[in-house]
């Protein structure tokens, strides 16, 4: 088990720990490119849709790709790694981390901290990325701003784990790995499906959780931020869409707690604690639920 790290939003603390002297200008270029390219990669794909069919192979690989790396942000760097909302061994955590970091989001310890500063200060000034501040700003304009969560006080433990240390340390192994291997099975067209607008797809489904589900969807819970549940958001990202669930207990493993709330990370959590290969599920009982769908709303 891992020296834990921060699993809930710190709340209480009193000031947030942020590096904001901004991004260099290279990890900015950096930036634009990953942003960028993969869009570029979706026109150039579209201009071949033209002239050559769209084939099984293309779109095995846009799915094929899109499923394990989309559950590496999910399951590894959210659920398991930021909020501990269940234990598993070395293996299945370097794998999860693994496909996490050939999302192309950053590197998994550094991810963490920037999550729990967004839950320690929701919707408030410090959030790395709230809607307050504008939708763009939410969706994507905040990863140029460079405001910074420190990893030496969010997440302490993590940077003591061998396995997420050496994971995020070869993060651009693994990013390299994530667009070579469709490269080898599909060729040029197959790095195009499979790695860019695979990238494009990933990357926009995880804003959305940041902007959409900040803006547009139902609150069933009172939350201190704005928060929605979004089922479109929720389906398309494998259950992150169901976020005023995910922000009133955030170190839940389910975050699609009713049943219509279809939650693809949650089922795949209960499938490897199925194999013995997930403990310490972090569930949320359902008497604790219907007592706070019935508390007052707070405002945000
Ligand atoms: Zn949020
Ligand atoms: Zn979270």
Redesign the pocket.
């Known amino acids: 088990m891992i020296e834990t790290a921060v699993v809930d939003p710190p709340r209480t603390q009193p000031r947030a720990h942020i590096s904001s002297d901004g991004s260099p200008w290279g990890l900015k270029l950096v930036t634009a490119l990953v942003v960028t390219v993969p869009f570029l990669g979706l026109l150039i794909a579209m201009v071949q849709f033209w002239n050559r069919a769209f084939g099984w192979l293309d779109l095995a690989l846009l799915v094929g790709t899109y499923i394990p790396i989309s559950l590496g942000v999910t399951v590894g760097y959210h659920r398991l790694l930021t909020h501990h909302s269940f234990e598993t061994n070395p293996i299945v955590k370097g794998m999860l981390l693994i496909f996490g970091s050939m999302a192309i989001e950053g590197n998994c310890i550094g991810w963490a901290a920037n999550h729990l500063l967004?839950?320690q200060l929701?919707d408030k000034e410090g959030d790395p990325h709230s809607p307050v501040e504008g939708l763009w700003h939410a969706h994507l304009g905040w990863l140029f701003i460079g405001r910074k969560a420190d990893p030496n006080f969010y997440c302490p433990g993590l940077l003591k784990d061998p396995v997420v240390r050496f994971v995020d340390r070869t993060f651009v192994v693994w990013v390299v790995l994530g667009l070579l291997i469709p490269f080898l099975i599909g060729g040029w067209q197959g790095l195009i499906w499979g790695g860019l607008v695979r990238v494009f797809f990933v990357h926009h489904v995880t804003w959305s959780?940041?902007s959409v589900?900040?803006t547009w969807g139902s609150r069933p819970y009172a939350t201190s931020?704005r928060?929605h549940n979004n089922w479109v958001v929720g389906l398309l990202g494998m259950g992150e869409g169901f976020?005023n669930n995910?922000?009133r207990w955030p170190r839940a493993a389910i975050h699609g707690m009713d049943r219509w709330q279809l939650d693809i990370s949650a089922m795949v959590i209960q499938l490897l604690e199925r194999f013995k290969l997930a403990s310490a599920v972090y569930r949320i009982p359902l008497e604790t639920r219907q007592r706070a769908a019935r508390s007052p709303e707070l405002t945000p």
Do not use: I, L, T
Request: negative net charge; contains cysteine.
């Open positions: 967004h839950h929701s959780v940041n589900c900040h931020d928060s976020h995910h922000h």
